[in-house]
């Protein structure tokens, strides 16, 4: 079983900054890639950022040059810090991790964490 929790969000105005976290733990062999996906009301949920275990980066139009995902000193824990918030930027934001298992690749959603920017 792996466990995935965010971490992180809140209420911020417009032009303010966030940083979310997001740790894995369970059983697994590595992570192969860490997404970031968010979901406002109405709308489907969609990635904004993902990093791989190579530390490669794929940001949403959206988000480029605003927001940055990195990988932290502990390989199971990532961030993204989210730079000139827009009141569009508002939504809940998970985190997906896909890891190995033994028995081949999986990957788990955490809970999400809200993220509210006001005009």
């Known amino acids: 079983q792996v466990h995935v929790v965010e971490s992180g969000g809140g209420l911020v105005q417009a032009g303010g900054s966030l940083r979310l976290s997001c740790a894995a733990s369970g059983n697994f062999l590595a992570i192969l890639a860490t997404g970031w996906y968010r979901q406002a009301p109405g709308k489907q949920r969609e990635l904004v950022a993902k990093v791989t275990d190579g530390s490669n980066t794929h940001y949403a139009d959206s988000v480029k040059g605003r927001f940055t995902t990195s990988r932290g000193n502990s390989k199971n824990t990532v961030y993204l810090q989210m730079n000139s918030l827009k009141p569009e930027d508002s939504a809940v934001y998970y985190c997906?991790?896909?890891?190995?298992?033994?028995?081949?690749?999986?990957?788990?959603w955490g809970q999400g964490t809200q993220v509210t920017v006001s005009s």
């Open positions: 997906n991790v896909e890891v190995v298992h033994h028995i081949g690749e999986s990957d788990y």
